[in-house]
């Protein structure tokens, strides 16, 4: 498969501390690739090293062949941030507009693309005053302007409504058909599940998983009990039959393989426990435990 | 890279200068009022056959250029760094180099600015004494000789954000400009003054200036302003590689 991005054992440390031990990664033309992992994983930094941000210590970063330290190298690059605070005296039309004339095309490139993403009305708007939604898009046109090959995205969606996603994806198929790849970073998993060809779990500076969505799940077959429990975090992590514990604040998420055998010691020790489902698990479930697992 | 990148982001510095006028009042309104001030009382003293008005142009006008170039570009980038807009800016194709050169040119307008309404306050006083293309030299040499104050506040501007970049840079800018006698002539200030204001780049690019109304030596004033502007490139490159993000 032709490659927008390859990156072969890369190495970075902060001093004592080692951010990434040797990665690989490749992000294919029309692909879109998700990067998760817990926090301290090595995402921003593997993200740094494919904006051009840092140098490998060890191993090389290329995008389209070349490198991202490079400022024509990053002709191919677009990059949305989760949030990027602009200027108080730009406004949107002169943000969009400008971004074509530093990717070498004519102002007049700018239209089509704001037309694309809502934004032709909002042209004369300072970009500072607007919302977070707007800004995304804004950042997204920037991007896009420029006709990259290969988007990296760093929770672009955070502050976006329903519709907002949808429309944001929506735009983000249309330009993987034509071609570019997608690094997307997101810790909205079942998002990343829906629109990633591939995932990629990282944790402490390695890949511990790499595959489908699907093949992911199929590599766990954990079950997950979920249930509402007076039970202390630490008890449940005690209990033999569980593989992993997740608390969303309101429900309690175990994974298990032995899911009759939890129930049974479960209703033991809280027999006022509700709202019980035993499901199959899904990609964030399969990400926690193969994390958990540390898995190869 | 071509002129015209270069364009976009110069345009995108200038709408500043034009969009939050209230940097007017700073940059420009308080040095030339502080300048008119001084002019008015003492403009018509006379030294060595040149009116104090005249040298106190070269001065005070090292001053306003200093303070323009030397906070600008630094307040500039520390808040574009806080804002996430300097990592923006980094990431795309443009070479950092020709941002931040962008963001130094910006703030050479307002060093115009400054030195004109300076002369013209001096010459509506009745006290400048100088022939037009000196005072041409003049406006030259502040506006080159300033670069080294851009370089140092952009290496301040990538290690302290928007606030503390405008506190670390007047902190740098008044004693300096005390010490080089850009406010009152070093003759009247104690002994010691002298003696720490030609270690003073401020001091030497005030003297280069005087230097093209009334005359004088100027190799060790430039070849002082030229080892400054390599020690600030050098300070500048290394505080953009450990820039905080």
């Known amino acids: 498969m032709e490659t927008v991005l390859e990156v072969r054992g890369a190495r970075y440390d902060y001093g004592a501390t080692q951010a990434l031990a040797g990665v690989d990664l490749d992000v294919g033309v029309g692909e879109c690739v998700a990067l998760l992992g817990p926090n301290g994983a090595g995402k921003t930094t593997l993200v740094n090293l494919v904006v051009g941000l840092l140098a490998a210590k060890e191993g090389r970063v290329r995008v389209r062949g070349g490198d991202p330290r490079i400022a024509s190298t990053r002709r191919h690059l677009g990059v949305v941030q989760q949030s990027l605070g602009f200027p108080n005296t730009l406004k949107v039309g002169e943000l969009v507009t400008g971004a074509a004339v530093r990717a070498g095309l004519a102002r007049s490139a700018a239209g089509p693309v704001m037309a694309e993403l809502d934004l032709t009305d909002l042209a004369g708007r300072r970009a500072a005053k607007l919302s977070g939604g707007q800004k995304q898009r804004l950042q997204l046109a920037m991007a896009l302007v420029a006709e990259p090959r290969l988007l990296v995205l760093d929770e672009p969606t955070a502050g976006l409504d329903v519709p907002a996603r949808k429309r944001f994806w929506q735009i983000l198929a249309e330009r993987r058909e034509r071609g570019t790849g997608v690094l997307l970073t997101t810790h909205l998993i079942e998002e990343s599940s829906a629109v990633a060809d591939r995932v990629v779990v990282l944790d402490r500076g390695r890949v511990i998983a790499g595959g489908t969505p699907d093949e992911l799940v199929a590599r766990l077959p954990d079950r997950t009990v979920t249930v509402r429990t007076a039970l202390v975090r630490a008890r449940l992590e005690e209990i033999p039959d569980v593989a992993w514990v997740r608390d969303d604040g309101d429900h309690v998420h175990l994974g298990t393989r032995t899911p009759e055998a939890l129930l049974r010691v479960l209703l033991a020790e809280d027999p006022g426990l509700t709202d019980l489902r035993v499901e199959g698990a899904g990609l964030e479930e399969a990400v926690a435990g193969l994390i958990e697992r540390g898995a190869a | ?245």
Not at chain 2, 2 to 31: C, H, K, Q, W, Y
Not at chain 2, 120 to 126: K, L, Y
Not at chain 2, 187 to 197: C, G, L, R
Not at chain 2, 238 to 243: I, K, P
Request: charged fraction near 10%; glycine fraction near 8%; avoid cysteine.
């Open chain 2, 1 to 245: 890279m071509n002129a015209n990148v270069f364009g976009v982001e110069l345009t995108d510095e200038l709408r500043a200068v034009v969009r939050e006028p209230a940097a007017l009042f700073f940059s420009i309104v308080m040095p030339v009022a502080f300048f008119a001030l001084f002019v008015s009382l003492f403009g018509k003293f006379s030294s060595g056959g040149v009116s104090a008005g005249t040298t106190m142009v070269a001065t005070f006008g090292a001053f306003g250029v200093i303070s323009v170039v030397l906070m600008n570009p630094g307040i500039g980038v520390a808040a574009d760094r806080e804002r996430g807009w300097l990592r923006a800016k980094r990431v795309s194709a443009v070479p950092i180099g020709v941002t931040l050169a962008a963001k130094v040119v910006a703030a050479l307008p307002y060093a115009a600015g400054v030195l004109l309404a300076m002369m013209a306050t001096a010459a509506i006083t009745g006290s400048l004494d100088a022939p037009v293309p000196a005072l041409l030299r003049m406006l030259v040499v502040l506006v080159v000789g300033a670069f080294p104050f851009a370089l140092l506040s952009l290496a301040i501007g990538f290690q302290v954000g928007s606030g503390a970049a405008a506190a670390v840079l007047n902190a740098i800018l008044i004693p300096s400009a005390v010490v080089s006698g850009l406010w009152m002539p070093l003759s009247i200030m104690p002994a010691f003054f002298s003696d720490i204001a030609r270690f003073l780049p401020t001091y030497h690019l005030a003297e280069l200036a005087r230097a093209q109304l009334v005359g004088g030596p100027v190799l060790t004033h430039a070849l002082v302003l030229l080892g400054t502007t390599i020690v600030a490139a050098g300070l500048a490159a290394v505080s953009y590689r450990h820039a905080r993000s």
